[in-house]
């Protein structure tokens, strides 16, 4: 045990602080990403690959691999208060679908570095939610495919050629992930759906493409600043031309796509006018149990057209599993519900209404039907997004209990129709059953 924790120690004192090494030889630079080869600063041999960059959460992330192949990811922060050679466990979240539990030793104290199992679930992923001794962080894993294959590419040839034939490691082209053609029926990853229309499954024999035509799309969305910036679900307006939103009762205006965040499923538009009474996002975190109000355009055209109301609680502070930028919630959602606002009882923001579980592919794994799992983005999210686009919004703590109609009545004033048109096959015209927000 104490050889593995050395040889460990010895590895992130290379990989994850280069100061301690000789290097780079040669280069990797992929966007922020920036790394090379790096010999033992005690023997001078090559040592390892890696590539690191540095987040606004003030944590700088390590891809590495040494000269054995093993993975090594390194988190940095001035943050950290570790004790040197102490060993800390990391969970680590991939898309929201495959949890890691690994292991990290104290290069530093201010330095974590976790052997990794293997490449292929950090290539093939978008975000990574990393828990570290209690606290959570979150990263956009942006070129990340290619960081890898360029770490991978920088390890095989230095081990080859040595380091003095080092050159530029970064255009690698990256393997795309395997996909597999028929799902597998395992309970470990039920689907939620989403209210695109559902593509029908994949198969081994390829098909003619199917004829298209225009087809309407709604969903909803909230008018979050004065300014009229309008907040939806990134799978909302996915695939649209021209974006229209009207608040009931009100004339259609045509919003502008201001930025999308295609991971965490969000989307900011841009209205041709002001709002007088925008929503007003909760400043404090919503509990289990806490009473909601979820309000959209579930089925619009099929069922009225204003928006409904549904109500209910906050079931859990995390999603499917245990994906904690997400709120479940009891309250009915249906088709066009999506991008809608998630209230509490003094009406203020506490979620964006996104998706639910797939209860016809639960009921087909397990046999129970499920009811009433549905899914909001968290606040910290929409938050931290909004920042990143400069947005103007308020925020408050919750005051005064208020009756659900003058929640939803308040709620005029910032609750959108969405609407667009998208190009969709001739088969999948009708609404899909069981779809979700």
């Not at 966007?31 to 540095?54: L, M, P, Q, R, V």
């Not at 910036?229 to 205006?253: F, K, P, Q, R, W």
């Not at 009921?363 to 009811?371: C, S, Y």
Request: aromatic share 6%.
């Amino acid at each position: 045990m104490r050889s593995m924790v050395c040889t460990v120690l010895a590895l992130a004192a290379s990989s994850v602080m280069p100061a301690h090494a000789a290097g780079p030889f040669g280069s990797i630079k992929i966007d922020n990403w920036k790394g090379g080869a790096y010999t033992d600063d005690k023997t001078g041999t090559f040592n390892h690959c890696s590539a690191a960059t540095a987040y606004l959460n003030g944590i700088s992330f390590n891809i590495s691999r040494n000269i054995a192949d093993q993975w090594v990811l390194g988190f940095g922060s001035t943050s950290f208060h570790f004790t040197k050679g102490e060993t800390i466990p990391v969970s680590l979240l991939f898309d929201g679908q495959t949890r890691l539990q690994v292991f990290g030793i104290a290069a530093t104290p201010q330095i974590l570095a976790a052997p990794f199992p293997g490449e292929s679930v950090l290539q093939k992923s978008h975000l990574m939610v990393a828990q570290i001794n209690g606290a959570t962080y979150q990263f956009q894993l942006k070129f990340v495919d290619r960081v890898v294959a360029a770490v991978a590419s920088c390890v095989a040839k230095t081990k080859t050629t040595g380091v003095d034939a080092a050159g530029d490691f970064s255009n690698v082209v990256a393997r795309p992930p395997i996909q597999t053609l028929v799902p597998s029926p395992t309970p470990t990853a039920p689907a939620t759906s989403s209210p695109s229309t559902t593509a029908p499954p994949p198969s081994a024999t390829p098909q003619p493409a199917a004829p298209t035509r225009p087809a309407e799309k709604s969903g909803t969305g909230i008018v979050v600043s004065r300014n009229g910036h309008v907040l939806t679900n990134y799978h909302v307006i996915d695939g649209c031309g021209d974006v229209h939103g009207n608040l009931t009762g009100e004339a259609s205006m045509v919003l502008r796509p201001v930025s999308r965040d295609q991971i965490n499923d969000l989307a900011l538009l841009q209205a041709p006018r002001t709002f007088d009474e925008p929503a007003i996002i909760r400043g404090t975190a919503i509990r289990p149990g806490d009473a909601i109000v979820a309000i959209g355009y579930p089925f619009h055209g099929l069922l009225t057209s204003d928006f409904t109301v549904t109500s209910g609680i906050i079931s859990s502070l995390s999603g499917l599993l245990n994906d904690t930028r997400y709120l479940q919630i009891s309250a009915e959602v249906q088709s066009g519900n999506s991008g809608g606002p998630l209230l509490d009882t003094s009406g203020n923001l506490v979620g964006v209404v996104s998706s639910k579980l797939n209860a016809i592919k639960v009921a087909k794994v397990t046999g129970d039907l499920p009811q009433n799992v549905n899914f909001a983005i968290k606040t910290g999210a929409v938050r931290d997004f909004l920042d990143n686009g400069v947005v103007s919004y308020k925020t408050a703590e919750p005051k005064d209990e208020l009756k659900t109609a003058e929640i939803a009545r308040r709620a005029r004033s910032y609750t959108m129709l969405i609407s667009c048109t998208t190009r969709a096959a001739e088969q999948n015209s009708a609404p899909a059953q069981g779809a979700a927000p």
